[in-house]
T-cell receptor
Framework: AQSVAQPEDQVNVAEGNPLTVKCTYS??????LFWYVQYPNRGLQFLLK??????LVKGSYGFEAEFNKSQTSFHLKKPSALVSDSALYFC?????????????FGAGTRLFVKA | DGGITQSPKYLFRKEGQNVTLSCEQN?????MYWYRQDPGQGLRLIYY???????QKGDIAEGYSVSREKKESFPLTVTSAQKNPTAFYLC?????????????FGPGTRLTVL
């Protein structure tokens, strides 16, 4: 079965500094990888996805993620963090099921950006 | 939260009662999903539906039921058989079950059993 791991429960960064939220995955075939963000008491919002092609994927709000096949990682990055980036971030992988695919979510990483 | 609405935002239930959570979408999406979110556990899939009048159990379907009589609607009933129903429930939709389809989420319903 496919799985995704987010090794850090929490990441702290100062405003203006670069941020990285880590994600590693385990798949039996080609990976389809996603990042979502959740603000307090809200649903998840899609940030970006990797399906195929360029290893560096750009998404919403200045976020990007780098797909690294040899390290089976898909880390989320942003060059300069904002206080408003503070939220819960989920990495996800698509797993085949009958007739389609389902999404497996990591446990989430809480990002705190301090002013 | 896109074109997905969930109601109510907060719901309180006494033990032994069934409750129904509403989910409506105006995105014309075929696929809809229900997830349960507990602290530190990510999201777990309860039920999903690929098309009207069809739905499938997810990883934690016991104690829950759904219907999909209309494309726009996918209500979730939490029955008295669900042993630990207090959680945050999220509804989502996507244009299909293809591998490259991201999901769109509603704002969630927080259910508390008293």
């Amino acid at each position: 079965a496919q799985s995704v791991a987010q090794p850090e429960d929490q990441v702290n960064v100062a405003e203006g500094n670069p941020l990285t939220v880590k994600c590693t995955y385990s798949v039996s075939g080609n990976p389809y990888l996603f990042w979502y963000v959740q603000y307090p008491n809200r649903g998840l919002q899609f940030l970006l996805k990797y399906i195929t092609g360029d290893n560096l994927v750009k998404g919403s709000y200045g976020f990007e993620a780098e797909f690294n096949k040899s390290q089976t990682s898909f880390h989320l990055k942003k060059p300069s963090a904002l206080v408003s980036d503070s939220a819960l971030y989920f990495c996800a992988v698509r797993e085949p099921l009958t007739g389609g695919f389902k999404t497996i979510f990591g446990a989430g990483t809480r990002l705190f950006v301090k002013a | 939260d896109g074109g997905i609405t969930q109601s109510p935002k907060y719901l309180f239930r006494k033990e032994g009662q069934n409750v129904t959570l509403s989910c409506e979408q105006n995105l014309n999406h075929d696929a809809m999903y229900w997830y349960r979110q507990d602290p530190g556990q990510g999201l777990r899939l309860i039920y999903y539906s690929q098309i009207v009048n069809d739905f499938q159990k997810g990883d934690i379907a016991e104690g829950y039921s759904v219907s999909r009589e209309k494309k726009e609607s996918f209500p979730l009933t939490v029955t008295s058989a669900q042993k630990n129903p207090t959680a945050f429930y999220l509804c989502a939709s996507s244009s299909g079950l293809a591998e490259n389809n991201e999901q769109f989420f509603g704002p969630g319903t927080r259910l508390t059993v008293l």
